[in-house]
């Protein structure tokens, strides 16, 4: 190891006292550093042993894991961050950084890749490190579009990928295995240690993702980013956002402004409601990126629009604006699918929406239009999936899009609660995808249990277990593997106010969805899962993050972590004027 004097810490940070005795950073010469580098380990070895973290202690459940008891890595007060050159890659060296730096309060420079590689590495593809025994995966182009390789040796640790998400997934896995202390805000004095050996991971799915509802309550950018941290942190890769439907329309249309301004301006219950800025649009998207989370927009059509009409009532089928809409019914509103103007509207908002969205895919919603006659609701959808055609995205839609005749590349989101559904099997046999969604396991504004205070239960209870116990690749009758594009947990927020409200329905069965997502079926075990996920209770709690502390996870403490107090679930306010 080359001599290093330890780094001042940054500017506001809390010195390192913990580490070790005071050492002028300035002090010449090797011999002054050497000792410096050596008392700051002694002094780390004194204190607490490792958190009893196991290699295989990840969420979601990784590929391949050789454990190595005798390679465990401490990190060491002046590690750096090395780094392959590449400005991707180190966006994520820097993730990482950041991501270490409160809690260890230590420096932790982001460096090129020179070797020889000690502390902290992340590697673009080239070819993978030395590979211990029967440990090989091939060339790192193996590890996909996604995969990452972790070796942890006594010196160093390394993540090697084909692709900067490769590298983000690895650090998260990284994250999992240094002590749940790793959360604290503000530094706290532990030994860093990683338990050695090797992980060979990669996802099953390419699709893994959430739904935040943010029309029927409507959320701030400040929460969205974090729902995007909450995301990638189980290496869930796309954040679908409902963003529009009856009770507000939440994002500026600049042919169209009434729709933001008069649409946004209320929510369930009535309160002030909001719209996002195309800048406010844009940040989302592009933290959403740094994290290899991709934003899949939904307009919903041509039901759901009752805050649409509100700003726009020529759009409506008797040309009369209707009140905005404060309650929780659905199926009562939807734009004129006979009329031009319709098509103009929805080609003018579906450009400007793809337009300001990097990513492939746009969601037209689809659901719950009762009023729609079968054939005109038909004619409808192809019309719209050929105007998302014509913005160059992929259209995807509820699965009850599925009766509109093909389009290329489109993506059906399953929500039902059975095992079959011939129209849907149809739409597949001619070419569809499947999002997995199932009411059922997946829905995250079900309730837990019964005492629930905020959710739904029409889909039934979904307690962490039931969440868990499902296999996305058998579940749905004449939809292969093959056909399952992925897995996503939508969050309807009718009774979520709250960023903490939307924490605790997230965690911790989001988690679950993603190692369903994520970890090959042979890994699928209910009592390893709660056994891992009981770790990650220290973690969110230490990190200020709220969760259902749900009874069937063995979490390692009794302490009191979820929402600050039971209140009574919101009862479905009433309409504010008669349904038509
Ligand atoms: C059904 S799922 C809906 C939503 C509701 C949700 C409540 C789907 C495509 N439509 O409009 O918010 O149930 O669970």
Redesign the pocket.
């Known amino acids: 190891m080359p001599p290093t004097a330890p780094r001042p810490a940054e500017p506001g940070r809390r010195p390192l006292d913990q580490t070790g005795p005071a050492v002028d950073p300035t002090a010449p010469g090797p011999a002054a550093a050497d000792l410096a580098h050596a008392a700051a380990r002694a002094a780390v070895d004194r204190l607490a042993p490792p958190a009893p973290v196991r290699l295989g202690d990840v969420v979601p459940a990784p590929e391949r894991v050789e454990p190595d008891p005798a390679a465990d890595f401490t990190l060491p007060a002046d590690a750096a961050v090395r780094v392959s050159p590449d400005p991707a890659a180190r966006d994520v060296a820097e993730q990482l950084a950041a991501l270490l730096r409160p809690a260890t309060g230590y420096p932790l420079p982001v460096t090129d890749a020179t070797p020889p590689a000690e502390g902290l590495t992340l590697q673009l593809s080239g070819t993978p490190g030395p590979v211990a025994a029967g440990a090989g995966p091939g060339p790192v182009a193996a590890l996909g579009a996604e995969g990452y390789r972790l070796d942890v040796t006594p010196d160093a640790v390394r993540i090697t990928a084909a692709t900067p998400a490769g590298l983000l997934h690895g650090v998260q896995t990284l994250r999992q295995l240094l002590p749940p202390a790793i959360e604290s805000p503000t530094p706290v004095a532990a030994r860093w240690a990683v338990p050695g050996g090797v992980i060979v991971d990669r996802p099953r799915f390419a699709y893994r993702g959430a739904m935040l ?1 943010v029309a ?1 309550h409507f959320f701030g950018v400040a929460d969205v980013l974090r729902v995007i941290d909450h995301l990638a942190r189980y290496k869930l890769n796309h954040l679908h956002l ?1 963003l529009t ?1 009856d009770q507000g329309w939440r994002i500026a249309v600049d042919g169209w402004p009434r729709l933001a301004a008069v649409g946004g301006a209320t929510q369930v219950g009535g309160g002030p409601g909001g719209a996002y800025t195309r800048a406010d649009y844009r940040r989302i998207v592009s933290y959403a990126a740094r994290r290899h989370v991709t934003v899949v927009p939904e307009i ?1 059509l041509p039901g ?1 629009t009752n805050a649409a009409l509100t700003a726009y009532p020529q759009l409506a089928p008797d040309g009369i604006a209707p009140p905005p809409y404060t309650g ?1 019914e ?1 199926g009562f509103s939807y734009l004129d699918p006979g009329d031009e103007r319709t098509y103009a509207f929805v080609a003018d908002v579906l450009g400007e929406v793809a337009a300001l969205t990097p990513g492939p895919w746009l969601h037209i ?4 239009a009762f009023k729609v006659p079968a054939d005109a609701y038909a004619r409808f959808v192809a019309r719209t999936q050929g105007i998302v055609a014509a913005t160059g995205k992929t259209v995807v839609g ?1 699965h ?1 899009i599925a009766p509109a005749g093909h389009a290329d590349g489109r993506v059906l ?1 399953w ?1 039902g609660t059975g095992g079959d559904d011939p129209v849907t099997a149809e739409a597949v046999r001619r070419g569809a995808r499947v999002i997995l ?1 199932p ?1 059922n396991r997946a ?1 995250l ?2 309730k837990y249990a019964p005492d629930t205070p905020i959710g ?1 239960d ?2 039934g209870l979904i307690d962490v277990e039931r969440a868990y116990d499902w296999d996305p690749g058998t579940h749905l009758g004449g939809v292969p593997a093959e056909a399952v594009l992925g897995v996503e947990a ?1 969050l ?3 009774s979520v106010t709250s960023l903490a409200e939307i924490e605790f329905m997230l965690l911790p069965r989001l988690p679950a969805l993603a190692e369903l997502g994520w970890s090959p079926r042979r890994t699928h075990d209910w009592a390893s899962f709660r056994r891992r996920l009981a770790g990650h209770g220290p973690r969110w709690r230490t990190a200020g993050i709220t969760f259902h502390p749900a009874p069937e996870i063995p979490w390692p403490t009794t302490v009191p972590t979820g929402l600050p107090g039971p209140r009574p679930a919101p009862q479905p306010t009433a309409p504010t004027a008669d349904l038509p």
């Not at 919603?365 to 719950?368: K, V």
Request: no cysteine; proline share 4%; net charge negative.
């Open positions: 509802d029927r409902h439907d919903d759901h929780t659905v919603g689809g659901d719950e509820w009850q989101q929500w969604s009411g829905y504004d079900m739904h029409w889909a939508p309807w927020t009718e």
